[in-house]
């Protein structure tokens, strides 16, 4: 059980980084992580919380800065949790992120690649063009807030901007919010997510009780003065739907372009895309490049999505076989292919975390294997990667740790762990988005 704990201030010396990205010291042999600081610092700390096995701490003053410090672009920073490293520069941020990849790999896969690519980057700000921002009516101040949540708490930041979130929404913050505090069932919003394409914007609502017909009508003219699409999503995200005057409507198409193959996805809002569009397009072209794909060559994409990497690779090999678990997300792929009337790829929607694969294209021979899994990794599947013969593997990653469990199967399979890098996919905060280059028996 956490426990609030009314500590007196204390003076601590920051020694590393954990992967959370908050400082981690040390206060009467006990470990102490503590937000806002960062290596090498002497910092002022008031306590949070303090549990068992350590301690939590926020920076209440810095009494001596790292040359890594560097103001906050947000005002809101020290006590949003949307992002734990703004007061890092981005150098820095890059360089904690790529000894995060090497420690897991070193840890994890007792492996360390033959060649550290450069750090890929883009835009730092603006950048965030998925989100979920929740939403609660505090009815002693009669004030509703939207926002991300506070660290070390269930509140909601009072948010008038964030630059980190793509500007069509975070510039227009408050008359969101005055709109929202005009409902019938203000009380009763509970979240709504974001999400945007190069040219269209979605908000999708959630209500837990069903939107009178005013309410409803309120949020459609909002959103198209705003120039933005409204839906609304009153259970699970089943349930989502664009909102119309006369009810639930069609299903809308967001886009956005991958101007290198010459292609313009679609996607509905719910689906999962990458929140960084600079990076993705950059993500892209590198992976494709590393896989040095022939024109001749079979390749297998591996918790493919909606074709992100799918149709850009079918741009370049000979055919492209992407597998998906979602049944919805392999028929937007295949929508996506048919638009740009790409006929040398087919999708198949699969469990990839199960053990055996008995489909039709899982006794097949592949040159080229990209793979873009969750969290969690993909090691049910890795397991099966020497029977499909590839010659290399480009693993695209958003958790070291099990990139480096994946990579040490690879290993015992005959791969060598090639090349890595990190990219720069959710700048100021300590997620880490890698790429590796696997070669088989090189």
């Known amino acids: 059980m956490k426990k609030r704990v009314p500590l007196p201030e204390r003076t601590l010396t920051i020694e590393a980084l954990s992967h959370e990205g908050r400082g981690i ?19 002022r700390a008031a306590w949070v919380r303090r549990q068992r096995r350590f301690d939590e ?11 890594d410090r560097v103001e906050a672009p947000c005002a809101w920073a020290g006590v949003c949790g949307g992002c734990s490293l703004q007061h890092m520069s981005n ?3 890059l360089r904690y992120k790529q000894e995060a990849l090497a420690e897991q790999l070193r840890h994890f896969g007792a492996s360390e690649p033959r060649q550290w690519l450069p750090a890929l980057r883009d835009t730092t700000l603006g950048y965030r063009r998925k989100a979920r921002l929740g939403v609660r009516y505090v009815l002693k101040k009669e004030r509703l807030l939207v926002g991300f949540r506070e660290k070390h708490s269930n509140f909601l930041v009072d948010m008038q901007d964030c630059p980190v979130l793509d500007q069509r929404l975070a510039s227009r913050l408050p008359q969101l919010r005055e709109m929202l505090e005009s409902l019938q069932i203000r009380q009763h919003m509970a979240q709504i997510e974001f999400a ?105 994409d591996l918790f493919c999505g909606l074709g992100n990497f799918t149709l850009p690779l079918a741009r370049r090999a000979h055919e492209v076989i ?47 294997i990209l ?29 070291p740790a099990t990139l480096a469990r994946d990579a040490g199967l690879l290993a015992e399979q005959g791969y060598v762990l090639h090349t890595a890098g990190v990219m720069d996919m959710f700048p100021h905060t300590a997620h880490v988005e890698s790429i590796a280059v696997f070669v088989r028996g090189k």
């Not at 701490?57 to 040359?67: D, F, H, T």
């Not at 997300?329 to 009337?341: L, Q, S, V």
């Not at 006929?343 to 592949?366: I, K, M, P």
Request: overall charge negative.
């Open 25 to 43: 010291a040390h206060e009467e042999g006990k470990v102490v992580f503590v937000d806002g600081a960062l290596p090498g610092e002497v910092v």
């Open 196 to 300: 945007a394409g190069d040219e269209e914007v979605a908000l999708i609502f959630r209500h837990l009780l069903p939107l009178p017909d005013t309410d409803r009508q309120r949020l459609i003219e909002f959103c198209r003065e705003q120039g933005w699409v409204a839906y609304g999503q009153a259970e699970g995200p089943q349930s989502v739907c664009r909102l119309t005057e006369s009810g639930p409507g069609p299903d809308d198409r967001l886009h956005y372009a991958l101007p290198a193959a010459d292609l313009r996805m679609a996607f509905h809002p719910g689906d999962f895309t990458q929140v960084h569009a600079g990076i993705n397009r950059r993500m892209i072209a590198l992976a494709l490049d590393l896989l040095d794909i022939q024109p001749e060559h079979s390749v297998l």
């Open 371 to 399: 793979i873009d899994p969750p969290r969690s990794g993909a090691e049910a599947v890795v397991r099966h990667m020497s029977s499909w013969g590839a010659e290399r593997i480009v693993y695209v990653s958003c958790n």
């Open 322 to 368: 992407g597998v998906e678990g979602s049944v919805e997300m392999t028929e937007r792929a295949a929508e996506n292919a048919r638009a740009h009337g790409l006929r040398n790829v087919s999708f198949y929607a699969e469990d990839l975390q199960q053990e055996l694969h008995t489909s039709a294209w899982a006794g097949r021979h592949f040159d080229r």
């Open 57 to 67: 701490a926020r920076v209440v003053e810095v009494l001596q800065a790292s040359p």
């Open 91 to 93: 150098e820095a941020q």
